[in-house]
């Protein structure tokens, strides 16, 4: 998109320009966007499985399960539940006809997620291992829920036009249509609500899942633009969230058949924006800004009553986010010194751990490049090098070569220095215990067949001692020691809740000292003659007290938004308090039995223990806080409101299906989209190409074909590409054959070239580090007559990037450095060019601002095009030799939304450069700076767009220039 820059002395308006340059932009940002999204298929994750994983498929009436061997009873599980569940999750969208899906389960992930796509048809579930601390409820029957009805709603977009097209283009047209045509909050907020119908623990009964929501409806004034397109300056519920209450708004208000409107008529007009509003429209008699406008009304008339009931505990606030700023905080625990660790989360910084003095006072912090999936955990005591300083926590990694396999490691790090020692490596270790002397730590396996074991360690020496094997049906989702070092502390999570349990590993009993109770339990920990601990039980999560002795519960916190996170000092209680628009802060309170509120007696389960399966409270409990939104909609759905409990649970009674091997070697020919290739309308291509598309459901394999036609020459042509990624190194071949006419002349003329591609990923964490190696050719003949006047290259190139992400605001990585050389050679020909790039990355003077320093240098020869981007404000010149340094230095101006009617404004960001840039001996030094816009067209949700108007002052003729840039332009983006 170079153009030649408009300097300030010309005729031309810079107003104009800009002008221009949008219109420009957008016209191909349009195209390219929504024909990408038809056509193009990426080999993503899904593709990083073990080669020698063994792979099995069930054939339910639903649903095709594929997995690997070890999953053979979550395969079982997950076709009977899909087979129980599709008719009731396809109801209210009217379908036609329910069709046949694929579903991939995998387990080495260590995050448990999943998701349903197009092109190829398929859905994968992650059955990761922070599955178990996820939620009360059965992992396999969320799943099936909310992925279920993500099934549901593309094969109703595979009715009517949508049908139509899905003749014209495969399930392209689908996926063009579910990613651009409808907004993520109906199609994520849909599902969630019929999660929440279906079981008994979706994420609508979670007031941790609802409470973003209920702050900014209580504290702000949301708007749809703004939960829409997001912000610089706060976190805004995201689509799960607000999609859950519109959707709800939605079935209460106008039926069911409203939400099957809104998708009919967004594929019957399938145009971005368009479609889905004028189906709100039509289904709700409302735009979607004034939908959203009623529905907070509605909502925050429910919060606000909800608090009235609130008689809210006093606390002493040690650390909370300022007036204006951000950020969210987890897992304090006290350390041998009496100082306080906790993880600090804001939009400048990611996460660091973070050590305040018991006033709360910030002593010292260092940067945490973690997944904190299950909190830190800290000794208590002890000095010198077992200083009471030293937290132990499970850190992320992944296989370099195979990113589905995915590792929780055991890391401890020195609060006094930050550093860290990795003590497990490659395995998958959760909840990492010391002792409160720290010579032993107790952590939870888990293996990849869902299987669980509780291990010991030898601290000063990193031995394994012992292991244990867990009661049946049950996991651990919290772990702490006594502070007597001898006894553990467990939650452990069963079919029908979580019970908190005593194990006293010498004689390798489990004390049960709750039933299953209602409610997520999390974080107990031992003070007196109490266990202290985290729940919902009352519908809001607060801190409770267990009277261990007489099993009384106490409600120890009623805060406005909810307490979490329970750490004990002496008679001081920290906890996280939920701090509203502003995030999260550590507050403290003295604990004094006399004055919590006892909520109900608990009887302890002796002769049941943990396997009873008895229910000490229900999930109502008083019902003094709860907000239920879902409700309304399950009591006036006939299906549903006759029964006792929800459709999906632990006790649903599935049939056995039969397993065969799955081979995918014989099924990687999966054709799933066709039609005409976008690139004559993006490149002004004069080849119109009609094509074919083909990967297999593991994307491991890619084909794709196709015939074109010269519309200035009026000749034929064909070719396809192939890539193979289930070896190492990455297979990519591609070939093409076509005719040409030019008047005088006519001949054919074909190529191929081939590439041998090396990724490896080394990221830990925050921490991202890859290097990647490539090799490759091609050669192209005109053989007409004979063939040599044919000609080819040799290509190869070699990357590596290391970097550290900083928080939401930041424009550029915190810190970081790329760097990478390029070559491509004609092995018969002076023709070349060979290119090295490099970039520093460095924070500047103030919060979010950033440096950058890159250089580059260049050899060419021949016909071959440059690598680097010419002096910035200079129209580029060719040349054989170049030599290029730049200094940027990037900061926010404004970081405030201005939501327009078509263009929704997220912040204004500047630039200052330097650069020295050096062809063939002629220096082109220039300076200046660039005012950047960062926008979203049309609510489209994250299509950020970056335009900017540069000033450069040409020092080698003295001149100033004015261009419009894209994006950013910067050497190595």
Not at 309 to 318: D, G, H, Q, R, S
Request: glycine share 12%.
């Amino acid at each position: 998109m170079a153009q030649e820059p408009c300097g300030l002395t010309s005729s031309c308006s810079v107003v104009f320009l800009i002008f221009e340059w949008y219109i420009y932009l957008m016209k191909k940002l349009f195209l390219l966007i929504i024909f990408l999204m038809i056509f193009t298929v990426g080999l993503s994750a899904q593709n990083g499985w073990l080669p020698e994983t063994e792979w099995k498929i069930i054939r339910g009436e639903m649903v095709d399960v594929i997995f690997p061997a070890e999953l053979e009873n979550e395969g079982q599980r997950a076709a009977g539940l899909l087979d129980h569940t599709m008719e009731e999750l396809s109801r209210t969208l009217n379908l036609e006809k329910i069709r046949r899906w694929k579903l991939i389960l995998w387990y080495g992930n260590s995050s448990s997620n999943g998701y349903v796509t197009a092109g190829p048809r398929y859905s994968l579930w992650n059955s990761g291992i922070d599955s178990f601390t996820f939620s009360d409820g059965e992992w396999l029957s969320l799943m099936a829920s909310h992925e279920g009805r993500h099934m549901a709603q593309y094969d109703r977009i595979n009715q009517g036009f949508g049908g139509f097209l899905h003749l014209l283009f495969g399930d392209g047209a689908t996926r063009y249509i579910g990613s651009l045509c409808i907004p993520s909050w109906l199609f994520e907020g849909d599902a969630v609500l019929e999660e929440t119908l279906l079981t008994e623990s979706g994420r609508g009964r979670s007031s941790d899942f609802t409470v973003g929501m209920k702050a900014h409806l209580l504290e702000g004034n949301p708007t749809y633009s703004r939960v829409v397109n997001g912000s610089r300056r706060t976190i805004y519920p995201n689509w799960y969230e607000y999609g859950y209450f519109l959707t709800s708004y939605i079935r209460k208000h106008h039926g069911p058949e409203a939400i099957e409107k809104i998708f009919s008529l967004s594929s019957a007009i399938p145009v971005p924006l368009l479609g889905h509003s004028i189906g709100i429209r039509a289904a709700t008699g409302k735009w979607p800004e004034k939908l959203f406008k009623e529905m907070s009304a509605e909502l925050k008339g429910i919060y606000e009553a909800q608090i009235e009931n609130i008689n809210e505990t006093e606390a002493v606030l040690l650390l909370e986010p300022g007036s204006h700023e951000y950020f969210s905080l987890s897992n304090p625990e006290i350390l041998g010194t009496g100082e306080i660790a906790l993880v600090k989360t804001d939009l400048e910084n990611r996460r660091r751990l973070f050590v305040l003095s018991a006033e709360g006072e910030v002593q010292r912090f260092f940067n945490y490049n973690h997944f904190n999936g299950t909190g830190i955990k800290a000794f208590s005591g002890g000095t010198g090098g077992e200083a009471g300083t030293e937290v132990l926590f499970s850190g992320f990694s992944r296989h370099p070569r195979w990113p589905g396999e995915e590792y929780r490691d055991i890391i401890a790090m020195d609060t006094l220095t930050g550093r860290e020692e990795r003590l497990t490596e490659g395995r998958r270790f959760l909840l990492p215990a010391p002792t409160p002397d720290g010579k032993k730590v107790a952590a939870v396996e888990f293996f990849k067949d869902g299987g669980q074991e509780l291990v010991l360690f030898n601290r000063e020496e990193w031995q394994e001692s012992r292991r244990f094997q867990l009661p049946q049906g049950t996991s651990v989702s919290d772990l702490t020691w006594h502070s007597d070092g001898i006894r553990l502390l467990l939650v452990l999570r069963g079919e029908y809740g979580r019970s908190i349990v005593f194990f006293d590993p010498s004689s390798g009993e489990f004390e049960s000292l709750t039933g299953f109770l209602g409610g997520r339990v999390e974080a107990p920990l031992l003070w007196e003659d109490y266990i202290i601990y985290s729940a919902e039980d009352e519908g809001m999560r607060n801190i409770y007290g267990l009277e261990i002795e007489s099993g009384r519960r106490f409600r120890i916190t009623s805060r406005i938004y909810g307490a979490s996170s329970p750490a004990v000092s002496g008679d001081t209680l920290y906890f996280i308090d939920m701090a509203g628009i502003r995030g999260e802060a550590l507050a403290s309170m003295t604990l004094v039995p006399e004055k919590w509120t006892e909520i109900s007696s608990m009887t302890l389960n002796v002769d049941g223990g943990i396997d009873s399966g008895v229910r000490v409270s229900d999930r109502n409990g008083n019902g003094e806080f709860r907000v239920d939104y879902f409700l309304p909609v399950f009591q006036e759905d006939p299906l549903l409101s006759g029964l006792d409990k929800p459709v999906l649970g632990p006790e649903t009674v599935l049939n056995g299906y039969e397993v065969n091997p799955y081979s995918p070697v014989k099924h990687a020919v999966n054709i799933h989209s066709w039609g005409f290739d976008p690139e004559s309308l993006l490149t002004q291509s004069p080849e119109l190409k009609l094509g074919i598309t083909s990967t297999d459901i593991l994307g491991t394999t890619f084909l794709y074909g196709y015939g074109s036609w010269n519309i200035n020459e009026n000749t034929f042509g064909g070719g396809g590409s192939f890539i193979l990624k289930s070896l190492y190194p990455v297979i990519s071949l591609s070939g093409l054959v076509r005719g040409r006419d030019i008047g005088s002349e006519k001949w054919t003329e074909a190529g191929m070239s081939g590439d041998f591609s090396f990724p490896l990923d080394f990221s830990m964490g925050l921490k991202n580090r890859r290097l990647d190696l490539s090799l490759g050719g091609a050669y192209f003949s005109d053989f007409s007559e004979s063939f040599t006047d044919g000609s080819g290259y040799l290509t190869g190139n070699i990357i590596w990037s290391s970097y550290l992400m900083g928080g939401y605001k930041r424009i550029y990585p915190l810190i970081g450095l790329s760097a990478g050389l390029f070559g491509t050679q004609n092995p018969v020909a002076e023709d070349y060019v060979y290119t090295g790039l490099a970039k520093i990355s460095l924070p500047g003077l103030f919060k979010t601002h950033s440096t950058r320093i890159m250089a580059g240098g260049e050899l060419l020869a021949g016909t071959r095009p440059s690598g680097l981007t010419f002096g910035r404000g200079y129209v580029a010149v060719p040349g054989n030799t170049t030599v290029s340094l730049i200094l940027d230095y990037d900061f926010p101006i404004l970081d405030y939304e201005i939501p327009l009617k078509i263009l929704y404004i997220r912040r204004f960001w500047g630039n200052l450069f330097g650069q020295e840039f050096i062809r063939d001996g002629e220096h082109y030094p220039s300076a200046g700076g660039t005012l950047f816009i960062e926008f979203i067209p049309f609510n489209l949700e994250n299509a950020v767009i970056t335009l900017g108007v540069r000033g450069s002052y040409r020092f080698k003729d003295y001149k100033p220039q004015i261009e419009v840039v894209f994006m950013d332009g910067a050497l190595i983006d």
